[in-house]
């Protein structure tokens, strides 16, 4: 059974750093693209970025380039999204999705979501 | 980059049919996708590939495409169906999504 479980609720204050991740499990890690998804409260969907865990390719929306870092460790099956100092504005939910992976690019297995909570 | 455009709603009594539309210059040229997002909840694909229906997925959600608004119908609807859908697409090489702005459909 294919699952991504995403890292658990988070509250921090402006200007601290974060990290959440995204544990793949159930196939072959390496052969799918991860993407990040923002959804600030009652707001629609946001792609962030998109990796490739297979030669760890990264590519960002320019909307949040220089904003987070996309990373992922083989080793552990683990994606992961991360800021360096955070702000009021990056309170949201963030998901991670998998895009398929033959039948055109839509997102088939989604996370749980994890609630970021960024007080000032 | 580029843009998806939805309505901002569409309300509809049950057991008629919803239609909800996404307007964008590259969906010419790409697939769209369609989700389901129920409050609290993960989004769900409904329509993939423009007019595909995932298993699962009831008959009653379809999809359509012409030149560069693609189309969610809901025959049937029912009370089940009230969520936020969301249109989605990206480029040849998929690296680079975007989401449509989102349509609330309401069950009267």
């Known amino acids: 059974e294919v699952q991504l479980v995403q890292s658990g609720a988070e509250v921090k204050k402006s200007g601290e750093s974060l990290k959440i991740s995204c544990k793949s499990s159930?196939?072959?890690?390496?052969?799918?693209?991860i993407a990040w998804v923002r959804q600030m409260p009652g707001k629609g969907l946001e792609w962030m970025g998109i990796?490739?865990?297979?030669?760890?390719?990264?590519r960002y929306s320019p909307s949040f380039q220089g904003q987070v870092t996309i990373s992922v460790d083989e080793s552990i099956t683990t994606a992961f999204l991360q800021w360096s100092s955070l702000q009021a504005s990056d309170t949201a939910r963030y998901y991670c999705?998998?895009?398929?992976?033959?039948?055109?690019?839509?997102?088939?297995?989604w996370g749980q979501g994890t609630l970021v909570t960024v007080s000032s | 980059s580029y843009e998806l455009t939805q309505p901002p709603s569409v309300s509809v009594s049950p057991g008629q049919t919803a239609r909800i539309t996404c307007s964008g210059d590259?969906?010419?040229?790409?697939?769209a996708y369609w989700y389901q997002q129920k409050p609290g909840q993960a989004p769900v694909v409904v329509i993939y590939?423009?007019?595909e229906r995932p298993s699962g997925i009831p008959e009653r959600f379809s999809g359509s495409s012409s030149g560069t608004t693609v189309t969610l119908t809901i025959s049937g609807v029912q009370a089940e169906d009230e969520a936020d859908y969301y249109c989605?697409?990206?480029?040849?090489?998929?690296?680079?999504?975007?989401f449509g702005t989102g349509t609330k459909v309401t069950v009267l």
């Open positions: 999705a998998r895009r398929s992976g033959n039948s055109g690019y839509h997102f088939d297995y």
């Open positions: 159930g196939y072959s890690f390496t052969s799918y693209w």
């Open positions: 990796l490739h865990p297979g030669d760890s390719d990264i």
């Open positions: 590259a969906l010419t040229k790409q697939y």
């Open positions: 590939m423009d007019t």
């Open positions: 989605h697409s990206a480029d040849s090489s998929g690296t680079d999504h975007v």
